[in-house]
């Protein structure tokens, strides 16, 4: 446990230490903005990658200065999703020693679902089963069904990758049946692999 706090802590200080030096672009004016200022300005589908760039730094040094860890993490998150595949390692890493400050379950999950992603995206497919197994470890107790239910779907699509088409089968049904109340696209995602299950 010990020796795997000290890898978050060294992967977090080296990418802090990373964007660190390129602080010195972000306006002072930046830094007083609320966080749904910098949200509406990240997920506006018009944005201009180099001004998203610079709102995610300005979102990231905002909450690290008010040691907002939860504020931390989705900052880190708002950077992996802006940065190329090589690097998005290293941002999923700092989400979980940000988010681990938290000591608050579903952010924690969140955070090791998002590195399980990375990882799937990858192709290193048992390193993303992994995360997705602590993930939900840390939801067992928690009452957040569509947290849950994401976890459980990434779960399913490594197991049918991996070739475990029954165990895929039965955690698709899962997710279909809550998606199907819930949420057309991810219904309708969970039903096409449910299909593709069935063929297998």
Known sequence: MVLRDSLFLVCFLATISTLAQTYNDIPDSLLIKEYDYFIEKLE?????PAKANVYGKAYLEKAKGEQNWEETAAGFKALLHLSPTNKQLAYADSIIYASRKTNHNPTIASSF???????????EHSKALDNFLVANNF??????????????????????????????????KR???????????AYLVSLH????????
């Open 193 to 200: 692999h449910l299909g593709l299950c069935y063929l297998k």
């Open 175 to 185: 997710c279909t049946a809550y998606f199907k109340e819930e949420e057309d696209l």
């Open 44 to 48: 506006s589908p018009s944005h201009d």
């Open 113 to 123: 679902l998002t590195r399980g992603i990375v990882y799937f995206n990858l192709k």
């Open 139 to 172: 939801l067992s107790k928690e009452h957040d069904d569509y947290l849950k239910n994401k976890v459980i779907y990434n779960i399913a699509k490594v197991k049918y990758l991996l070739g475990f088409y029954s165990e895929a089968l039965s955690l698709f």
